[in-house]
Protein backbone atom coordinates (compact mmCIF):
# COMPACT_ATOMS: atom_id res chain seq x y z
CA UNK A 1 0.00 0.00 0.00
CA UNK A 2 1.48 3.65 -0.98
CA UNK A 3 0.54 5.43 2.13
CA UNK A 4 1.56 8.92 0.04
CA UNK A 5 -2.11 9.58 0.09
CA UNK A 6 -3.20 9.14 3.63
CA UNK A 7 -3.76 11.95 6.02
CA UNK A 8 -5.32 9.96 8.85
CA UNK A 9 -5.61 6.99 10.81
CA UNK A 10 -8.22 5.26 12.53
CA UNK A 11 -6.94 2.21 14.53
CA UNK A 12 -9.10 -0.32 16.25
CA UNK A 13 -7.85 -1.44 19.52
CA UNK A 14 -8.56 -5.38 20.49
CA UNK A 15 -6.20 -7.08 18.10
CA UNK A 16 -4.39 -4.59 16.47
CA UNK A 17 -2.89 -2.38 19.55
CA UNK A 18 -3.48 -4.95 22.35
CA UNK A 19 -3.21 -8.60 22.34
CA UNK A 20 -6.31 -10.63 22.73
CA UNK A 21 -7.14 -13.63 23.36
CA UNK A 22 -11.20 -14.18 23.21
CA UNK A 23 -11.29 -17.72 24.21
CA UNK A 24 -9.71 -16.94 27.91
CA UNK A 25 -12.76 -15.01 28.80
CA UNK A 26 -15.11 -17.30 27.48
CA UNK A 27 -13.23 -19.92 29.51
CA UNK A 28 -13.45 -17.97 32.69
CA UNK A 29 -17.07 -17.22 32.19
CA UNK A 30 -17.74 -20.65 31.96
CA UNK A 31 -16.44 -21.75 34.74
CA UNK A 32 -18.49 -19.72 36.87
CA UNK A 33 -21.91 -21.10 35.21
CA UNK A 34 -23.35 -23.35 38.16
CA UNK A 35 -24.14 -25.96 34.90
CA UNK A 36 -22.58 -25.85 31.59
CA UNK A 37 -23.34 -22.97 29.76
CA UNK A 38 -22.41 -21.73 26.35
CA UNK A 39 -21.27 -18.28 26.22
CA UNK A 40 -22.19 -16.28 22.83
CA UNK A 41 -19.41 -14.02 22.53
CA UNK A 42 -16.70 -13.84 19.75
CA UNK A 43 -14.69 -11.53 17.19
CA UNK A 44 -17.53 -12.26 14.90
CA UNK A 45 -20.52 -12.16 16.64
CA UNK A 46 -22.34 -12.20 19.98
CA UNK A 47 -25.75 -12.00 21.62
CA UNK A 48 -27.60 -9.22 22.69
CA UNK A 49 -26.65 -8.74 26.04
CA UNK A 50 -23.06 -7.80 25.07
CA UNK A 51 -24.30 -5.59 22.23
CA UNK A 52 -26.47 -3.58 24.96
CA UNK A 53 -23.06 -3.27 27.37
CA UNK A 54 -21.27 -2.34 24.22
CA UNK A 55 -23.66 0.69 22.89
CA UNK A 56 -23.72 2.34 26.52
CA UNK A 57 -27.26 0.92 26.62
CA UNK A 58 -26.33 -1.21 29.85
CA UNK A 59 -24.39 -0.30 32.73
CA UNK A 60 -21.76 -2.56 34.23
CA UNK A 61 -24.14 -3.45 37.14
CA UNK A 62 -26.43 -4.17 34.50
CA UNK A 63 -23.94 -6.30 32.67
CA UNK A 64 -22.94 -8.65 35.47
CA UNK A 65 -26.38 -9.08 36.28
CA UNK A 66 -27.55 -10.10 32.93
CA UNK A 67 -24.72 -12.53 32.85
CA UNK A 68 -25.71 -13.61 36.21
CA UNK A 69 -29.78 -14.56 34.87
CA UNK A 70 -28.91 -15.45 31.59
CA UNK A 71 -25.89 -18.26 32.14
CA UNK A 72 -26.94 -19.25 35.41
CA UNK A 73 -23.64 -17.73 36.74
CA UNK A 74 -22.85 -17.25 40.87
CA UNK A 75 -19.96 -15.19 41.30
CA UNK A 76 -19.28 -11.69 42.68
CA UNK A 77 -18.63 -8.89 40.67
CA UNK A 78 -15.18 -9.10 41.07
CA UNK A 79 -14.99 -12.42 39.97
CA UNK A 80 -16.61 -11.42 36.71
CA UNK A 81 -14.93 -8.77 35.97
CA UNK A 82 -11.81 -10.94 36.25
CA UNK A 83 -13.03 -13.38 33.95
CA UNK A 84 -14.02 -10.77 31.87
CA UNK A 85 -10.86 -8.85 31.34
CA UNK A 86 -9.17 -12.58 30.84
CA UNK A 87 -9.47 -11.83 27.27
CA UNK A 88 -6.66 -8.60 27.41
CA UNK A 89 -3.55 -9.84 26.89
CA UNK A 90 -0.12 -7.36 26.65
CA UNK A 91 0.33 -4.04 24.47
CA UNK A 92 3.84 -4.39 23.40
CA UNK A 93 6.08 -1.47 23.70
CA UNK A 94 7.03 -1.46 19.93
CA UNK A 95 3.45 -0.62 19.59
CA UNK A 96 3.65 2.09 21.59
CA UNK A 97 6.60 3.47 20.56
CA UNK A 98 5.37 3.38 16.22
CA UNK A 99 2.01 5.24 17.62
CA UNK A 100 4.16 8.11 19.25
CA UNK A 101 5.77 8.28 16.10
CA UNK A 102 2.66 8.06 13.62
CA UNK A 103 0.78 10.96 15.51
CA UNK A 104 4.04 13.18 14.69
CA UNK A 105 2.95 12.51 10.95
CA UNK A 106 -0.76 11.34 10.55
CA UNK A 107 -4.19 12.41 12.17
CA UNK A 108 -4.43 9.62 14.41
CA UNK A 109 -7.36 8.13 16.23
CA UNK A 110 -8.90 5.17 17.97
CA UNK A 111 -11.99 3.24 17.51
CA UNK A 112 -13.25 0.30 19.66
CA UNK A 113 -16.09 -1.48 20.28
CA UNK A 114 -16.01 -1.76 23.97
CA UNK A 115 -17.02 -1.47 27.82
CA UNK A 116 -16.42 0.43 30.82
CA UNK A 117 -14.83 -2.60 32.41
CA UNK A 118 -12.72 -3.64 29.44
CA UNK A 119 -10.86 0.39 29.51
CA UNK A 120 -10.60 0.69 32.77
CA UNK A 121 -8.39 -2.17 32.44
CA UNK A 122 -6.59 -0.78 28.98
CA UNK A 123 -5.69 2.06 31.00
CA UNK A 124 -4.34 -0.11 34.29
CA UNK A 125 -2.10 -2.22 31.58
CA UNK A 126 -0.92 1.40 30.12
CA UNK A 127 -0.64 2.90 33.46
CA UNK A 128 1.38 0.01 35.25
CA UNK A 129 3.53 -0.78 31.55
CA UNK A 130 4.34 2.50 30.11
CA UNK A 131 5.04 6.20 30.82
CA UNK A 132 2.56 7.82 28.70
CA UNK A 133 -0.13 9.52 30.89
CA UNK A 134 -3.19 7.47 29.31
CA UNK A 135 -4.29 5.20 26.27
CA UNK A 136 -6.23 8.62 24.93
CA UNK A 137 -2.77 10.92 25.00
CA UNK A 138 -1.80 8.37 21.78
CA UNK A 139 -4.80 9.99 19.64
CA UNK A 140 -5.91 13.10 18.91
CA UNK A 141 -9.28 11.57 19.55
CA UNK A 142 -10.79 8.01 20.58
CA UNK A 143 -14.66 6.63 20.18
CA UNK A 144 -15.51 4.06 22.29
CA UNK A 145 -18.35 2.19 21.40
CA UNK A 146 -19.71 2.45 25.04
CA UNK A 147 -19.34 6.11 25.19
CA UNK A 148 -20.82 6.99 21.82
CA UNK A 149 -23.59 4.83 21.96
CA UNK A 150 -22.73 3.62 18.34
CA UNK A 151 -20.46 0.47 17.18
CA UNK A 152 -18.74 -0.97 14.22
CA UNK A 153 -19.72 -2.46 11.76
CA UNK A 154 -22.62 0.06 11.63
CA UNK A 155 -21.32 3.07 8.99
CA UNK A 156 -22.74 5.73 11.61
CA UNK A 157 -19.52 5.44 13.93
CA UNK A 158 -17.40 5.95 11.28
CA UNK A 159 -19.55 8.82 9.34
CA UNK A 160 -19.34 10.37 12.98
CA UNK A 161 -15.42 10.51 13.01
CA UNK A 162 -15.07 11.85 9.73
CA UNK A 163 -18.15 14.52 10.50
CA UNK A 164 -16.72 15.63 13.34
CA UNK A 165 -12.85 15.84 12.52
CA UNK A 166 -13.48 16.84 8.96
CA UNK A 167 -11.52 14.30 7.17
CA UNK A 168 -11.58 13.29 4.23
CA UNK A 169 -12.72 9.68 2.99
CA UNK A 170 -10.20 9.34 0.64
CA UNK A 171 -7.53 10.32 2.35
CA UNK A 172 -8.24 7.55 5.73
CA UNK A 173 -6.93 4.34 6.54
CA UNK A 174 -9.11 2.15 8.81
CA UNK A 175 -7.29 -0.65 10.76
CA UNK A 176 -9.37 -3.86 12.31
CA UNK A 177 -8.60 -7.22 12.46
CA UNK A 178 -12.29 -8.48 11.91
CA UNK A 179 -13.42 -8.61 8.48
CA UNK A 180 -16.65 -7.30 9.11
CA UNK A 181 -15.29 -4.10 10.34
CA UNK A 182 -12.95 -3.85 7.15
CA UNK A 183 -16.35 -4.66 4.75
CA UNK A 184 -18.59 -1.54 6.37
CA UNK A 185 -15.46 0.84 6.08
CA UNK A 186 -14.56 -0.14 2.38
CA UNK A 187 -18.71 0.37 1.62
CA UNK A 188 -17.77 4.14 2.78
CA UNK A 189 -14.83 4.99 0.68
CA UNK A 190 -12.52 4.42 3.69
CA UNK A 191 -8.74 3.32 2.99
CA UNK A 192 -8.73 -0.13 4.86
CA UNK A 193 -6.22 -2.89 6.13
CA UNK A 194 -7.46 -6.19 7.68
CA UNK A 195 -4.88 -7.32 10.32
CA UNK A 196 -4.02 -10.80 9.96
CA UNK A 197 -1.46 -12.85 12.24
CA UNK A 198 1.25 -12.69 11.59
CA UNK A 199 0.79 -9.36 10.14
CA UNK A 200 0.74 -6.75 12.96
CA UNK A 201 1.01 -2.74 12.64
CA UNK A 202 5.11 -2.60 13.07
CA UNK A 203 5.52 -4.70 10.06
CA UNK A 204 2.78 -3.48 7.89
CA UNK A 205 4.48 0.54 8.66
CA UNK A 206 8.16 -1.03 8.30
CA UNK A 207 7.32 -2.85 4.84
CA UNK A 208 4.99 0.41 3.21
CA UNK A 209 6.93 3.91 2.46
CA UNK A 210 5.50 5.77 5.35
Known amino acids: ?10 FDLGGV ?4 DYDKSIRELQKLCKDNCNIEFS ?3 QSHLFDLYETGASSSQEFRDSLRQVYSIDATDEQIDLAWNAMLLDIPKERIDLLLELGKKYRIFLLSNTNAIHLKRFNEIVAHSFTIPSLDSLFERSYYSHLV ?10 EQIIAENGLQKSETLFIDDSVQHIHSADKLGLHTLHL ?6 NKFFADVAV
Not at 1 to 10: S, Y
Not at 196 to 201: E, G, K, S
Open 43 to 45: QKE
Open 1 to 10: MDLAQIKNII
Open 149 to 158: GKRKPDTAIF
Open 17 to 20: IINI
Open 196 to 201: QAPLTI
